[in-house]
Every structure is written in structure tokens, then in C-alpha cells.
């Protein structure tokens, strides 16, 4: 037996939270709640807040259970109810809420941050996790659906021991496998350490409340946790490993699948038995060789048969297995090993063409799911001080060792450790998950640090309610929509938070800790990115899925969590980056945010798109419209000042705002020359204050536009325009000029292009990307940045000149003039670039403002276009000698027949100084304080 | 009433976030209170510190010491045999501990009045020798670059932490209100490893996070107004909002972050102004930008990177971090001869500029350089002329801030493989930084999650002791 053999203090075990929940009488009349908050509160001379109007509570409701603003008829809806009957308006509201889709996307959020949930895997290459998302669908379902939560945490530490045949609840298995995880660590030991270190601190963090971390390295300082409770914990968890070639399917769909591959197998096993011998000795090679990049002793444990191993040296294997495949995959592909040209190579593609004829027996791959389990039924063994050390709980607590029934192929230790863990005797999960819920309805816990319970931390507020809410969680099933209604309905939710502090409270309870009013709250980071795409009609809904991109308008819990690039908005307003868990979110107010709320694009794109939901096709704002606008972004009317200052601030703004066009424009005559000398026509664009060309937006039906063939040299051609880019993407996609490519890195093409925010070349950046024949003529993909930055909303000239001839290097030349200032020079960049051919598509398609087939769109408009088969010098591009494609947009001229737009269907105002007022007043609204708090 | 609302603010709880003890007086600083005032406002330090600031130069990828300034003449012995079994084996990164040991082709020779040994890689290192208090025992946990950059920068190898930068500013606060305390500038458009979480604040406020300064047209993000608006409609359209603001905040004042948010807007405006002239180098003299090395391409980036650094500083900027070779360029598996002699002959002449320019203007005194990357490199040659990540023994140096120059700390063994002599563990580094900017590494604490959170894991001990000789 090893242990300190300490004694506890009689104060250790009167620690709270190991004492067993009791069991707290209530009062048959009156909310529960409220009994113990106002008995609180009288003891300390103060009195709850009056109830909070139907807007402050309808407002508060919805961002509570949705994280989004109700819609204006919602609030309409709430409030015709609420004059009838106050009490069954709530009930009905919070029914209403729970029982919609949108609930689980907002408290699913809460558990992700407890679960240090993300998308990749951290350290350097942070890989993409590409089934991480199943997960998270996982947790958003599980609170739709209202799982108990005793199976909830049940399925996450052993959903693959529990309900092996059900993919869905197996998946949950994937909380063991959210923690970081580094793609190239040879210390193979080191590694599988942290990682089970890792999951049994989160563990004891998620579930029992317990900052163990301290417990690793010695005996706990300041709680009763021994280093060998720790250890004990950890024995539970130690045999667990992250496998990647497990399916997202039923028994049943998999012996179907397996079935209908052994059929193609079997009719293919000839071709393929010839590949794999092609590649096998290269492949093999780069295998071994990385294999012998980790220390002898782990290369011993890996080279053991596998039914030798012991379950630990299998998780250590799988380590260097998992490195060993990543590195055949990425350096050692058929391609990578067999020379292009040689025999083997073109044997191989003989191959791959007689095995695609078989194509039609193989099945779709299955999905891969994100699990963990035991490397085996034999744990890995835990030791402290050289001697084992047994599955176990917190020796203070004085319990039997727990019953362990070994399974088939893992050791049945989680499965145990978890039915302890929701045990109604179990004195600590309850009250944690309780707690958690309190939390986030009022922004603090009953207990103030919601993962450590410990004995440095503040004891709890309402030790009472903490008791009685945790009785009725496991009384009423562990149902958690149950609680939040519990919650919801009290008078100490309803109230105001309205109310400002006098002498009384300020002496007694200046921290609102009773519950004197309803806590003021700032919107969290997801909120607020979420309320404004609600508000701007962009927000797009799904069901689940693969994590998005970062810029799709879907709701935050749905965007990439990657852990080294998050998303700028959300990580601006206090998102954590997923390292560990996080059960509280810091609040933070930076001149960061003032700055991106003020300046960045993302904001301000939304202000237009909800100006434009009000306006319509109209020009200018009326004050129904500013009316319509304070009901949606704040959820209240306005009151009749309100209106009278946002229609001064209108009118006075589109002064500024209309100087502000002309600012922009080119008003400046000598840039009206420079202009003149590059296309006819320039005066009627410049009249029109460099606005008027073909307007090249995303949303409006002419996003793009596909000019008939062209056949182009397989090396060189020349482009030029006069353009003018209103904005960048705030992601990393290019606004594509002109492309004859769709933007796969295997399929040749060329594209011109203006960078985006968040590109590695640095926004508003000159590129052309190329994809071709490298001098080994192999497909080579290559990004040929300028670093010429396109200034905005002025007309530019750019053009490139584009020479793949070169031998072993091509180069492409850039220009670009500045139109709308008279000392802009012609600025000229030539960069050097690997591609020396093969660029030409043989579709021939051209296409204006977008790749093949539209996306990466430009934004902004395109006065003029030529292109050429030739190489021109810069003292040609005036003249510009003969032009496959001459486009004047601005009279039309030179459109070519067969020429056709593409684009959505939906108008798209024309802008005008009055319109611009109104989106900036709409911006000053997304940006204020009473959009951005609930008080 | 004024009384009264000092006192609410003084004592409210209200804040979410985490309960931050002041380092400083010992006192309760409650999360509104914080936001009352500048969080970063300047702080008084435990003890008399001489440095004031510091400028970190991180040669990102990790310099090699046994080529810089460790000479080891058995290594040159030994070269192309493997590392006698008298040494224990190292794992290494690409896990080449067994390869054959790789002499070091430079030319050795004591420097300055000291003595210091500088390889003929630094050549102008020479007359800055006897500023320079060279450590050559450090020692990180952190085989890989995510790693050791974490750990350099975070004390942990995993991220998730604050970074030294967040804490010194969390401890010490900062002298200016217009500029971020905390500024990182990088050398290349590259990343460094691991993103901005090198100079993330971790699980404290944002406010004492590092602020990423680019060189170009808006040196930091959001900085400028959107592009084509103009100054003039711009300041109408905040007018407006602060008026927004100033309405809602009528009966809500006991909401301090509501004001706070106001003034937020005040200094980012401040910071627009500010930002720009602090690292607009066109107001320096033509004999400081050639101290710098400006005049030559090679010299050039790493050069505006040092004279920004001290125009930060001078404007009262607590911590600013240079990165060399962001994206790991100081890396050298293999051909380190020529990367190396390219990436000394960037650095080389900025950082004696730097040295005395500071000097040359008083600031030295006040002003903590270190230098040094993620860890040093193995005596085991890679790829036959490069070698491999070493952690268990390299090299930094520190100068000004009182650090007693011309002398050398610690030692490797004669291989340069383990430090030997006087260890210094990342964690220790960090708490001696603390010690030497006057503030004790154990009372800067920071609780999170219910725990008393320290910069070294609470596992470092200052050697400001032996630094300051």
C-alpha cells in the first residue's frame, strides 16, 4: 500500500463539499428558489429588485437559452402574453425556448469550454481535426435532447465500454481526446505521460469540481488530496488511446460495408497487389527511417509483435505509429516515390486507370469517428514510488475500492470510475453540474469557482440551495432543461437588473452576491458575433456538421475551433483559445475592441447588410426605419427623442459621408488623365465619381461574370485592368480579378488576384497563383505574391505579365498605378517563380471576378479589361497590342457575345450618401452598450 | 454619495472574472475595480529594480551556443565520432543522438576587458563584450519548437498560459497610456511558432496580452480607419455612439464596465495617434540609423526592429519583444555553416547598435536585454552539417538593467551537451527577469480557477543574484 499515511485534520473532513448532499425542506408555497435567496437577503437587511419589464426579461431570456436577440415579432409575441398573464408568459417563453434547436447551440457552448474543445490539435502544426466536429454535434444533441446528464457523463469517460454498437454515443468517448496533441514529439514516454496526465486533471476538473493538477507532483498543499488519490484517479484512465480508423457506423452498417469492400477487394487484388509493390520499398523505407528517429527503448516496445505488448507499450506504439503514417502520407505518396517518367511511375498510373475501372464495386467510405478506448484489457499499469498503484477514490472519503469487470478489449476501469462518479451518494457531481447551470444564469456560481471546489476557495453563497438544487437535479432525473426552468422562474431571475445600489447594498453586499438585483452582464464572444448576423439576416442555420470556415455566417459553435489562428471576433471578445478547461469566461474591455468594433471590416460589413434589411432598395432612412432599427438591435422602442437625434445624426452625416465619395473618387484632375490614357470612357466613369462600372458584388446577381474560350499560350499571356476593390474578404480568400482555374491545387490554371485579411501574404497583396509544371515536371501549385498593395475604393491600374518560359524559373511582372491620385506612380515588382509551363485549361473559359464557377469573388468594380496571348513590355500597356479579350464596361462596348453573368438573384442599392448615414448609424448601433450588455 | 461610489467600486465583486490579487500591495483588486482604472496603470514595484524594461531579442529556431559562445575544444577532438558512452543519450528531436559529433569551424577569441568569449560569427560583439552577462547553462523542458517556444515565452510547453511579457506587465503596469505595454514585433510576414499565444495574457485578462506591431501602413490590426472613410465621418459616426453610450450609462453608473468601455474608445483614438509615431523611424538622425545598420540590406529588417524597440521603451513600453527568424529560421538541421553566417550577419551589428545607443542615452541602465531562442543546438552533427535541437544545455546572455557584464554564469559540460554548472531552468530565468525589473517572483500571483497561479509553475528561483555580480 503505498501513502503518506497522513492523518486528516477534523477541518479537512468538515470540508463542504465532501459532505453528503442533504436533503433541504422547503416551504409547500412559494418558488424554492426564491426561499432561500430572499432568506439570505433578509438576513443581511436587503430585498430582491422589482421584476424586470417583458423587454429586459424576453431580451435576457432568449440570449440566456438561444445566445441570439429575439426577433421583433418575438418580442411582439412575449408581450401581448404577458399583458394577460405574466406567470404563464414565462412558462410558455421558456418552454418555447427549450424546445427549440438553437438551445443546445448556446449551452452545448458552455460545455465545450469545460471540455477544452477545439477543432485542431495545437503546438506547431496544429493540424485540423477533421471528425472532431461529431463531438461536438454530440454534446449540442445531448442538451436538445435533454439527456440525463448521468448518461451523458456516463458516455464521455465510457461510451465505447457502455454502448459499443451505437456510434452516436460513442463518440462521446471523444471529451478524452479534445486535450492538445503534439504531430512530431519523438519522447514517445514524455508524451503518453502528459496526455494521461492531461485527461485525468481534466477529468477531475469537468466532473468532480477538483483541481487535482498540484496532486501529481506531491501530496495536495492546501486541499486533502494525496499524490497517491491522484495517481488512484489516474488508474482509471491510464490505458486510454486515440484510434484513428474507427468508423462513425452501426455493427450493422459496417458488416455491410466491410462486405461490399471485400468484393472490390477480391475483383482488384491483382491491380493492387502491383501497386503496392511499386511503392512498397519506398514507402516502407521513409517508414523505418522515421520509425528510428525515437529513442532505443521506445523503438524496442515498437518493434514486440503486437500480442506481446503490454497495453502500455501498445500506446506507445500507436504514438509512433501515428507519426510513422503521417509521414508516409505527406513525403512518401506513390507519386513522391516513383520518379516521374520512370517505368515504375507510368506503370502505376496504368494501374490507377485499370483500378478505377472498378470503382463502381467499391463502397463510399464510412465516416470517421473521434473516440477514444483501451489499448487493451490488461490496464496500463500507474506507479508511485516504484509500486502499483489500484483504481480508487479520494482516500478522505474512506470508500471500498470500486468492482472492476474487465471487457473483451478495454479494462472496464472508466466504465466503474464513471458509475461513481454519478452515484447519488457521490457527494460532488451533482453540485457541480448545478452549479454550472447557476452559473451561467446569473453569471457567477452558488460555489465561485465552478472546476475546484477546494478549500481556498470561497465558500459557496447558498450552501442550501447549492444542496436543494443538486436533491431535485438527481430527484428529477438528472434532466437539466428541468433546472433551468427551476431557475427561470424564480422572482431572483425575474427581477431587474435595473436597479442602482444605494448605502444599504454597497456597505453590505457591494458584489451583488445575494442577489440584490439581476447581475448586468456583457454578451459573451459568441453572442455578439452570432447577434449580429441574426440582426443583419445573415446568420445561416445548420444542422451540425463539419466545422466551417472562418468566415461562414453560421452560428460561432459551428466555425473552425482552431487553437493557433482563432477567429479574430470571437477571440477578441474573450474566447478562450481551448488549452484546458475553462469554466468561466474572462470579460474583458480593451481598446482592441473598441478598435476592431470601429474599424475592422467584419462589423462594418454587418452594419451594411442590416441597413439594407431595413432599406431595401430605398435610398434614405425615415424614422420608421430608425424605429424598426432600435427594435431590433435593442429590443425595445424607441422613445420620440431617440427618433429626433438619430435623424439629425443622419442628416449631418451625410454630409460627411457624401464629401467622403468624393474623397474616395477621382476627383483630382491629373488622376483623370493618368485614368484617361488607360480606356475610352473614363470621363463618364469618373463622373460618375469612379462609380458606375459593373459593380462585381457578392449577393447581388452579378457576382462574376464567364467569358467564352480562350485558348492561351501553356506559358505566358498579359492581363490588364482598371479596377477598383471596395473591400477585402475578412478570411483569407482572394478576390479573384480574373481566373481561367477553379482553385484545386492538382488542376492546372492561373488566377490574378487581391489577398484577403487574414491571407499569409498579408491583406490587399497582388498575387497570381499559378498551377503547372515545375522543372521536374511535376504539378506544382505557387502563390506569386507582388507585396503591391491595392489601396480601396479608388480606381487602380494593375496588370501582370505573366512568363512561364523561363528556363527552370519563370516570373511574372506586376503593375500597379494608383488612378485616383495625380503623384501615383506606376509601380512595378518582378518575382521570380518555379512553374515553367502547363498553365493553360483546356476548357478555355475566362472568368471576371471570380474562379471557375464563382467563389473567391471580387469585390468592387472592373472598368476595364484586356487580356493577351503575348508578352508585353510596360511601354506596350497603353496601347496594348492585340487583345483576345477587350472589355469596356463602362459602355458596354466589347462585351462579347456568349458572355454571361453569374450571381445570386437579389438587388443590390446603388449607394448614396443618405444610405451610408444610415449604415453608419446602424454601426454605431451594433457597436453601443446597450446592444452589447443586457442592462 | 462620491463616498459611497469609491467605496462600491473599491469593493465590489462583480466581476466574472477571475479574482486577481494585486501583486504589488498585497491588497484585494477586485475584477471592476480593474476595469475602473487602466488595469495595466503603472504599479510599484516589491523592491528596488534597476531595469525598467526589457527588450527580449529571440533568435526564433534556436542559435547554436556551441558556435556562438560556448567553445568546446573536445568537441573539435571528437568531431566525427559518436558521443563517448561516458555521456548519457540525449532524446533528441529527429532523434540523431547517434550520429557523429560535428566540430565547430569558427575562429574563438576573448573579447573586451573581460575576456568574454564571442565567436568570429558576432565580429562587432567585440565592443559590446564587457556589457554582455553570459548564461551558459540554461536548460528548457521543450524538445520541439512548439515546445520550447511555449515554455520560453509561457513557462509551459503546451500554451494556455500568460506569456512573461503579460506577466511583467500584469505586475509592473504601464508608464504610457497610448501605447500598449506589451509590444511583439516579428522580422518577416512568418509566423512565429505556435501564433499569437507566444505573447497571448493566457487565462488573464486580455489587457496584459502582447500587441503585435507590424511594420507597414497600420502597424497594429484595426488600427487605421476603414479604407476610403474619412477622418471627419469617422469622428461623427463615434460622436454619435458616445452619445448612444453616454444615454444608456444615465442610471446605470454602478455598472463600471460600461464607462470603462467609453473610455476604451478614447484610447484606442489615443493609441491611433500614438501608435504610428513610435515606430516611424524618418525623425532619427542618419548616424543613429547607421548604428542600426540601416543603410545595409542585410542589416536592415533586424535593424528598424532594434531602433523601434528603443523608441518603445523610451516611451515607456514595459516589454517589447523582437522575433529573428520568425517561423523557426534559426533551425539548422543541416547546412548550418551557411544559415547561420547569413542570420549572425543580420543580427550582428542591430544588436551593438542597440546596446549602445541605449547606452549612449542612459537608457541602458534601465533597460533589460536579453537574447537567446527557444534552446540551443546538439554537439551531434544532423545530416552531416547541421545539428539537432538541444534543451538540456544552451546559451542567453542578458545586458543593462544593472546585469554586471563582462562575465560569464554556468557552464555545459565539455561536449556542450548538459548544463552542468549552475542551471537555469526556463521557470528560473523568468523569475529572475522579475526579480531584476524589482519584483518578487513568488508575490506576483495570479489566481485562476480557484489556485494561486506564478510565472515559474512555482518551481523557478531567481539568479538575479549572480546576474547583478
Known sequence: MVGSGREFTEKEKAWWVVQPVRKVVVPKVGHAVDFFVERKLGQAGLMMSEEASAEEFVRRAYFDLHGLPPAVGQVEEFLTAWEKDRDVAVNELIDELLASPRYGERWGQHWLDVVRYADSDGYRADDFRPAAFRYRDYVIRAFNEDKPYDEFVKEQLAGDEIAASDPERVVATGFLRNGVYEWNQRNAEM??????????????????????????????????????????????????????????????????????????????????????????????????????????????????????????????????????????????????????????????????????????????????????????????????????????????????????????????????????????????????????????????????????????????????????????????????????????????????????????????????????????????????????????????????????????????????????????????????????????????????????????????????????????????????????????????????????????????????????QRAGGASDQKGLVALKSFFKGAESYLARGARGAFSLKPGSKWEYLELPGVQLPEDQFSASAVVRLDEVHDDARVNTLLSQWNGNHQSQGWSIGVTSEKSRYGPRNLIVQLVGLNPGGDLEYEVVASNLRVPLKVPVFVAVVVNARGEGQGRVTFYLKDLSRSDGEMQRVEVGHKVVGGIQRKSGKVFLGARSGGGHLWRGEVARLRLTRKLLHERDLPEFPDPVIDLNVVDLAGLPSGAKWGGHEKFSAASSPEREAFEDFCHALLSSNEFLYLH | MPHSRRQFLMNSGAGFGGVVLSALTGERLYGSELRTRNPVAEKIPHHLGKAKSVIFLFMEGGPSHLDLFDPKPLLNKLAGSPLPESFERPVTAMGEAGSPLLESKREWKQHGESGLWISDWLPRHSSIADDLCVIRSCVSDGINHAGGVSQMNTGSVFGGRPSLGAWVNYGLGSVSDNLPAFTVIKDSNAMVVNGSRCWGSGFMPASYQGTLFESGHEPVANLNLPEGVTEKRQRGKLSFLNRLNEEHLMGRQSNTELEARIRSYELAYRMQAEAPEAIDLESEQAAVKRMYGLENEQTRVFGRQCLMARRLVERGVRFVQLYHGAGSKWDSHSGMEKNHARLCGNVDQPIVGLIQDLKQRGLLDETLVIWGGEFGRTPMSEKGDGRDHNPTGFTMWMAGGGVKGGQTIGATDDLGLYATEDKLHVHDLHATVLDLLGLDHNKVIYQHKGRPERVDLNEGESAAGEILG
Open chain 1, 191 to 660: 508524451q503518453r505521460e502528459i496526455m494521461i496526465n492531461e485527461i485525468t486533471d481534466v477529468t477531475a476538473e469537468v466532473f468532480l469540481g477538483m483541481g487535482i493538477g498540484c496532486a501529481q507532483c506531491h501530496d495536495h498543499k492546501f486541499d486533502p488530496i494525496l499524490q497517491k488519490d491522484y495517481f488512484a484517479l489516474q488508474a482509471f484512465l491510464s490505458s486510454v488511446y486515440w484510434p484513428d480508423d474507427r468508423s462513425f457506423a452501426t455493427p450493422e452498417e459496417l458488416a455491410g460495408y466491410q462486405k461490399r469492400y471485400r468484393a472490390w477487394e477480391e475483383a482488384t487484388a491483382e491491380i493492387r497487389a502491383e501497386m503496392a509493390l511499386l511503392v512498397e520499398a519506398g514507402q516502407r523505407a521513409k517508414y523505418n527511417s522515421h520509425v528510428k528517429t525515437f529513442p532505443p527503448e521506445v523503438q524496442e516496445m515498437f518493434a514486440k509483435p503486437r500480442e506481446k505488448q503490454s497495453s502500455y507499450e501498445r500506446q506507445i506504439s500507436f504514438l509512433v505509429e501515428r507519426q510513422a503514417i503521417r509521414e508516409v502520407e505527406t513525403r512518401a505518396k506513390p507519386e513522391q516515390v516513383l520518379k516521374k517518367g520512370s517505368p515504375g511511375r507510368l506503370r502505376y498510373e496504368e494501374l490507377e486507370t485499370q483500378l478505377s475501372a472498378f470503382d463502381r464495386l467499391k463502397p463510399e467510405p464510412l465516416p470517421k469517428s473521434f473516440m477514444s478506448t483501451d489499448t487493451g484489457s490488461e490496464a496500463a499499469v500507474v506507479q508511485l514510488n516504484s509500486e502499483e498503484v489500484m483504481p480508487g477514490f479520494l482516500t478522505l472519503l474512506g470508500e471500498a475500492a470500486p468492482a472492476i469487470e474487465r471487457r473483451e478489449t478495454t479494462t472496464g476501469r472508466r466504465s466503474a470510475l464513471a458509475d461513481w462518479i454519478v452515484a447519488s451518494e457521490n457527494p460532488f457531481t451533482a453540485r457541480v453540474m448545478v452549479n454550472r447551470i447557476w452559473q451561467h444564469h446569473f453569471g457567477r456560481g452558488i460555489a465561485a469557482s465552478p472546476n475546484d471546489f477546494g478549500m481556498l476557495g470561497e465558500e459557496p453563497t447558498h450552501p442550501e440551495l447549492l444542496d436543494w438544487l443538486a436533491g431535485e437535479f438527481m430527484s428529477g432525473g438528472w434532466k437539466v432543461k428541468r433546472m433551468h426552468k427551476l431557475i427561470m422562474t424564480s422572482a431572483a431571475y425575474r427581477q431587474t437588473a435595473r436597479f442602482e445600489p444605494s448605502n444599504a447594498q454597497v456597505q453590505t453586499d457591494p458584489g451583488n452576491k445575494l442577489l440584490w438585483r439581476f447581475p448586468p452582464r456583457r454578451l459573451g464572444a459568441e453572442q455578439i458575433r452570432d447577434a449580429m448576423l441574426a440582426l443583419s439576416g445573415e446568420l445561416k442555420h445548420l444542422e451540425g456538421g463539419v466545422a466551417q470556415g472562418g468566415s461562414s455566417p453560421v452560428r460561432s459553435i459551428y466555425l473552425r475551433k482552431m487553437r493557433n489562428t482563432p477567429e479574430r471576433v470571437l477571440q477578441c471578445f474573450d474566447s478562450p483559445a481551448g488549452f484546458a478547461s475553462e469554466p468561466e469566461r474572462l470579460n474583458t474591455t480593451t481598446p482592441t475592441q473598441s478598435l476592431l468594433l470601429a474599424n475592422s471590416e467584419w462589423p462594418l460589413a454587418r452594419a451594411r447588410a442590416l441597413a439594407g434589411r431595413i432599406l431595401g432598395a430605398k435610398g434614405s432612412a425615415e424614422g420608421g426605419d430608425v424605429r424598426e432599427a432600435y427594435r431590433m438591435v435593442w429590443g425595445r422602442e424607441a422613445k420620440e427623442k431617440e427618433v429626433k437625434a438619430a435623424m439629425e445624426f443622419l442628416s449631418s452625416q451625410s454630409k460627411n459621408t457624401e464629401k467622403d
